[in-house]
């Protein structure tokens, strides 16, 4: 089992960039694949991006180009370099954890985009 705490949301202006972080406990986060998520207010929670143990990433349509997933494994850490936000960026942003079919979430940081 893995616990995970995100940080570093906050409130930016349009344009702006943030980097959000998603620390895991225990010794085989190595192992797991980590993706972040997002719920806006009034929607359903929807992906983002992830990274695969190998280091691949994957991201949606709505972030491509704009938003970077990267970890440290010697960490035990995962991030999301997000740029040249927007209003619809604005969700409470969630790590998540997923070994063999089992998924594991953090708590949630809230991303607020607005001037």
């Known amino acids: 089992q893995v616990q995970l705490v995100e940080s570093g949301g906050g409130l930016v202006q349009p344009g702006g960039s943030l980097r959000l972080s998603c620390v895991g406990s225990?010794?085989?986060?190595?192992?797991?694949?980590m993706g972040w998520y997002r719920q806006a207010p009034g929607k359903q929670r929807e992906y983002v991006a992830h990274i695969t143990r190998g280091g691949s990433t994957y991201y949606a349509d709505s972030v491509e180009g704009r938003f970077t997933i990267s970890r440290d494994n010697a960490k035990n850490t995962v991030y999301l370099q997000m740029n040249n936000l927007n209003s619809e960026d604005t969700a409470v942003y969630y790590c998540k954890a997923e070994l063999y079919g089992t998924n594991y979430w953090g708590q949630g940081t809230q991303v607020t985009v607005s001037s």
């Open positions: 225990g010794s085989s986060f190595r192992m797991y694949t």
